[in-house]
């Protein structure tokens, strides 16, 4: 078996975005430093998830590969979004700790690529193998490791570029969803409230939005119709112009 070496000084992080109905969350991992002496914890915070690359793999490939270890789905909305290489990224105490711990050099430049992804939390079970990993909302995220938090903006910001020009909220959703919870979506993401008549004048013209013969179940009020997201549909129209400016 050929051992696989990791780059030191390349790295991935994917800032994992997932919806449970009610608010936009983050995939956020724990990190501990433990002295080796004396058994005690010396800190533990929250950071990203992301890994260093392998020289055998594209950066894509490894965006993936993380994915791929804490989901176990391979079909993920993936997209790049920035490089992050600023010389003073990993300079707090706590960062400097960590890298010397891991056999790193704390005084040399890291570049990290930031993808973003997005999941329906309520389909998918976590696997991460080694450290512990929790949804926050993204509302509650308080101070992350590295540079992260400046990550987790970017994203945010690219996350709500793209939402008004690619129908890539359905990424979010289970496969069956109503109209409300489509408008959910993009009221969470992009901070605010829409019209619900100007919103479905919007998605009216969408093609690609099949409407199903069924309806919500176990709801207090009166059920929904339900929709699906068609991608071939979407991959024959995608042409036509998508905006979802408010």
């Keep these: 078996m050929i051992k696989r070496t990791l780059n030191d000084y390349i790295s991935v992080d994917c800032v994992i975005f ?11 991992v724990d990190r501990t430093l433990t002295d080796e002496k004396t058994g005690k914890s010396e800190f533990t915070d929250l950071t990203l998830t ?3 690359i392998y020289e055998d793999e594209t950066i894509e490939q490894a965006a993936y590969r993380v994915l791929f270890d804490l989901t176990g789905l391979k079909n993920v909305f993936l997209d790049q979004f920035k490089t992050f290489a600023h010389p003073e990224r ?15 050099d704390p005084n040399k430049r890291i570049v990290s690529i930031g993808y973003f992804a997005l999941l329906a939390t309520q389909s998918i079970t976590l696997e991460w193998k080694g450290r512990n990993v ?14 992260h938090n400046q990550i987790l903006n970017e994203a945010l910001i690219a996350l709500r570029n793209k939402i ?17 919870q489509l408008q959910n979506i993009y009221e969470v993401i992009l901070s605010t409230e829409l019209d619900k008549r100007n919103f479905r004048k919007k998605i009216a013209r969408m093609k690609y939005l099949i409407p199903t013969d069924e309806k919500q179940t176990g709801v207090a009020h009166k059920p929904a119709r339900l929709y699906v997201f068609s991608r071939d549909v979407y991959e024959k129209t995608k042409k036509e112009l998508f905006d979802f400016t408010v």
Excluded: M
């Design 90 to 104: 990993l300079k707090k105490d706590n960062d400097r700790k960590w890298l010397i711990h891991d056999g790193r």
């Design 50 to 52: 992301g890994n260093h």
């Design 134 to 147: 929790k949804w926050v909302p993204v509302s509650e995220v308080g101070e992350l490791a590295f540079d």
């Design 18 to 28: 997932g919806y449970n109905g009610q608010e936009l969350q983050v995939l956020l």
């Design 164 to 180: 008004k020009q690619e129908p890539i909220g359905f990424e979010l959703l289970p496969e069956k969803f109503s109209l409300t």
